[in-house]
């Protein structure tokens, strides 16, 4: 399908379930993609996203299990509730320079997802943000973001290395729950952040077999922290 340079938005579930449709061409008058407009088109493979789009609804792509990869043009600056959720084929994903948050289980259960570059922008990731990405190795969040929302990535049961932001000041609830694979947490901020319940899911053998990592001066502050006392290895970076 080629949308035409008459169209301007694309409406809401305005190609929901079209179970049969590979490819979209989105031409560039086009400046804004409704809620569900994509939503369980599962053969969608392809689609091109134009440079004037600045607005994409919630669930847009949710269920595109077949979509690949995909680019965000330099004009969007939320990535929506479950615009991408449940996209199990999707392995590239490029978002922009001045995207600024990233929704509610926006990429979660995209399965396939090996790594994304989260833009220094972004100020705010949210709840399952990354749920159940199951092939994520590692992630680095941008030095804006303040809180790890609730969830954000459970269920990455590949992630080995994270990076977390400077001026981080609180981990959620379950944050990390079932990422037995974590092996590096570069924590770069020099006050430890606090914990909600659950000390963010992680579990006693995360805190043996992971090794934390923190600025120069600030390994005394962690050991004394909640919770961060509980990690064996303690160093700076």
């Known amino acids: 399908v080629k949308i035409p ?15 049969s ?8 008058s086009v400046a804004s993609i409704g809620n569900n407009a994509f939503l369980y088109c599962h053969s969608l493979q392809s689609i091109t996203l134009p440079d004037s789009l600045t607005t ?12 690949r990869e995909v680019t965000v043009p330099l004009a969007v600056s939320t990535i929506g509730e479950s615009v991408f959720h449940s996209c199990t084929s999707l392995e590239s994903v490029t978002l922009p320079k001045g995207l600024k948050e990233i929704g509610w289980s926006s990429f979660a259960h995209c ?14 990731l949210g709840t399952s943000a990354f749920a159940n990405c199951a092939s994520l190795t590692s992630i680095t969040v941008p030095d804006k973001v303040t809180c790890i929302r609730a969830y954000a990535f459970q269920g990455c049961t590949s992630l080995k290395d994270v990076t977390l932001s400077s001026n981080l000041e609180k981990i959620e609830m379950s944050a990390f729950k079932y990422c037995p694979s974590l092996a590096n947490i570069y924590m770069k901020a020099e006050t430890p952040p606090s914990f909600a319940e659950y000390e963010g899911g992680l579990t006693d ?19 004394q922290a909640e919770v961060w006392k509980k990690f064996t290895t303690i160093a700076e970076m």
Not at 5 to 19: E, L, Q, T
Not at 205 to 223: D, I
């Open 205 to 223: 053998s995360t805190f043996t077999t992971c090794k934390l990592y923190v600025p120069k001066g600030c390994v005394e502050a962690y050991r």
């Open 5 to 19: 340079d008459s169209v301007v938005s694309i409406g809401n579930s305005a190609f929901s379930s079209c179970s």
């Open 21 to 28: 449709l590979k490819s979209v061409e989105i031409s560039a």
């Open 111 to 124: 399965s396939s997802l090996k790594g994304i570059t989260i833009p220094d922008g972004v100020t705010t």
């Open 56 to 67: 994409i609804g919630k669930n847009a792509f949710a269920e595109c299990t077949s979509l």
